[in-house]
């Protein structure tokens, strides 16, 4: 007897040790899962070192050995003291570039303090003493240092410290000067608006006239005794956007230009950039509906213009994804990415804008151009190659050679030297978290495994976390559609679970991925210990299969997505170890906008849903994003409204839970007001919740902590 109970009591203990439990806590306020890796690689011009920003210190290491050879700063000791947060090199490699004081605006806007450091005499200097900066950056020639501030844009010579003023009618909610608007950096993701020449000696930089832009007012509650209001310009699908220039300053003569890019004022500036000849400025121009793409050629002296490159859309032009464009040194030719024969591929241009010849094709898409090593005229990428769950890195040369560099199943994303000698391979599968390893590029040789979070695998294997199992089904056309599932750890084919279906859907996004982790994955795994299955689903719609399936959601979002969740289900619904009374959805964002309408126009289909964030009306949101897939509401009002789940509220079945940040200044809260307003009007039971003064990302560890628990609470009690 006595030892049946020790022989039960060491299994008890076992199996304990073997699967530990994940708690909220374990995910938001503790960090039980940290994923290392190497941020802040600077590659050194010598091709002999990189550098990295580590415990507040700018270090330097030997590329061959992988070891530290000088620490070229340390922030502590500097005086005055700094935490420094970001750095960068001047062309020389003699100055550094100190951010520190860093202040988030939106997404990628932010104010901070910056200090010039010089590696020779060991000073470090404030760049301004005149009020906080924004995106500076060194001119080529490092001798220069230009920023933004408050709408405004103006440049430092650093042998003197003169700080001199480029534009002054900079102002808040009318005109911006070296920076965007709100719409451009959330949708064509970048805010650091102006460009240094070649040679240092010109300026070119965006101007924005928002007066005309409508104001969104976002209250803020805070703990003072009368909520404040933060008016922003906000444009909305159908209405005014920013009239936008690009002007050319002459840093010599003072003059500034402004670029003749035709008479059309209704359009976008997605990109500018400078060719290898310093009179030459390359400007992307769209028009408003996002399906007519122009590259201009602009004579920075004169202003004139000569559209070198058209591309014509009979959707859109999906310029976040066809981003990459490359000037070669020699003046002559540019490469360039389109999707023009149905997927991603690199092309060759002259300057003249004549195709000189496609460099990849195949049915797979090109992910991201690294780089051209015109010393060996190769071009090196990654691409959906092997699977469009996967990413591998290849090299081709201009005349077609094509060389596989990796090997390993999974995603690679590479960050390689600008010699192009060594590359890093940041290296994910669903099998392991991320491991980063350094390689010599000729030979393809791994000289050193920079971090290989052998650790965090020991963690995830105390606590048993579920192993992703790759499946696919055919929606309603014969489509085949991928996804992956997360099984309890003691999972037993003989018994039925409840599914919880997790997906985001938005067009050209992908979660289904040869990759350890993803969105809210630690929340996913501890359902699985609860009991749980998760499925993680990618709709028709989203990326990495082609132009094709892509685009398939053209002026019409929400209708493919929908019948594809509701033919997941259905699929989920066949196994015999799914419940099928208890298929649940949710979703964050564009994933609550779908969570949403399934629980409206596809009722009955899910037994409970959350929505976070959600759009629920894309006449809410705002003009790149929405037009681009939908055109405006002018144009195609049917497209907006024929599958919003604001239309459907009365058919709302099953537990449905919605929450928002009363701060979300990317998808307004107006969103689920609205919804809420029809839920009630018809008549209809629902749960809400909203977090005070909380953006789209509902931020902060102890606010993350009460949201994944209320919702796991939800899950538990409705599913």
Sequence with gaps: MNKLLTAVFFALCITGYAQKQITVEDFTTKNTFPQKTVRGINWMKDGKFYSTLENNKVVKYNITTGQPVETLVDGSTLNPKIEIQDYSFSGDEKKLLLTTDFQSIYRRSFTAN????????????????????????????????????????????????????????????????????????????????????????????????????????????????YPTDYRFKYPKAGEVNSAVEIWIY?????????????TEKDIYIPRVKWTADASILSIRKLNRLQNNLDIF??????????????????????????????????????????????????????????????????????????????????????????????????????SGKKTKLSQAAGIHTINMSGDFQFYIDYHTSAAHPTVV???????????????????????????????????????????????????????????????????????????????WGGSHFFFHQMLTQKGYIVAVIDSRGTGGRGEQFKKLTYKQLGKYELED?????????????????????????????????????GAGTFKMGIAVAPVTNWRFYDTIYTERYLQTPQLNASGYDDNSPSTYANKLQGNFLLIHGTGDDNVHFQN????????????????????????????????????????????????
């Design 114 to 225: 910056y200090f010039i450091y010089d590696l020779t005499g060991k000073s470090v200097k404030p760049l301004s003493a005149n009020g906080k900066q924004s995106y500076a950056a060194f001119s080529a020639d490092g001798s220069k240092v230009a920023f933004v501030r408050e709408n405004n844009l103006f440049y430092v010579t650093l042998n003197d410290m003169k700080e001199v003023q480029v534009t002054d009618d900079g102002k808040f909610n009318h005109i911006i000067n070296g920076t965007t608007d709100w719409v451009y950096e959330e949708e064509f993701s970048f805010v650091d608006g102006f460009y240094w020449s070649p040679d240092g000696k010109k300026l070119a930089y965006y101007r924005f006239d928002e007066s005309a832009v409508r104001e969104y007012n976002l209250q803020r509650w805070g703990k003072t005794l």
């Design 250 to 262: 002459n840093l010599d003569s003072k003059q500034k230009v402004k670029a003749d890019i035709g």
């Design 297 to 398: 050629h602009t004579n920075v002296s004169t202003g004139t213009s000569t559209v070198v490159l058209n591309e014509k859309s009979e959707t859109f032009i999906d310029l976040e994804f066809t981003d990459d464009l490359i000037y070669l040194a020699d003046g002559k030719q540019f490469i360039y990415t389109t999707e023009r024969d149905g997927y991603k591929h690199l092309y060759l241009y002259g300057m003249d804008g004549k195709l000189v010849k496609q460099i990849t094709q195949g049915s797979f898409e090109v992910s991201q151009l690294i780089g051209l090593d015109e010393k060996t005229n190769t071009l090196y990428y990654t691409s959906t190659e092997v699977s469009p769950l996967e990413r591998h890195i290849y090299s081709i040369t201009l």
């Design 437 to 515: 390893s350094l390689f010599k590029t000729k030979g393809n040789a791994l000289q050193k495994v920079l971090e290989d979070n052998a650790t965090l695998a020991k963690v995830l294997d105390d606590y048993g976390f579920a192993a992703k199992e790759f499946f696919s089904f055919k929606t309603i056309d014969g489509t085949s559609l991928n996804g992956y599932m997360l099984k309890p750890k003691n999972f037993d084919a003989s018994k039925q679970y409840p599914v919880l279906v997790y997906q985001y859907s938005g067009p050209g996004s992908q979660n289904v991925n040869n990759l």
């Design 565 to 601: 969740h509701i033919a997941g289900a259905k699929f989920l619904s066949t196994l015999e170890y799914v419940d099928d009374s208890r298929i649940g959805i949710w979703g964050w964002s564009y994933g609550g906008y779908m969570s949403s309408l399934a629980m409206t126009k």
């Design 672 to 719: 689920s007001v609205v919804l809420q307003d029809a839920l009630i009007n018809a008549g209809k039971q629902f749960t809400s919740f909203y977090y005070p003064d909380k953006h789209h990302g509902i931020q902060g560890a102890q606010t993350k902590y009460h949201l994944y628990t209320m919702m796991l609470n939800y899950v538990q009690e409705n599913l």
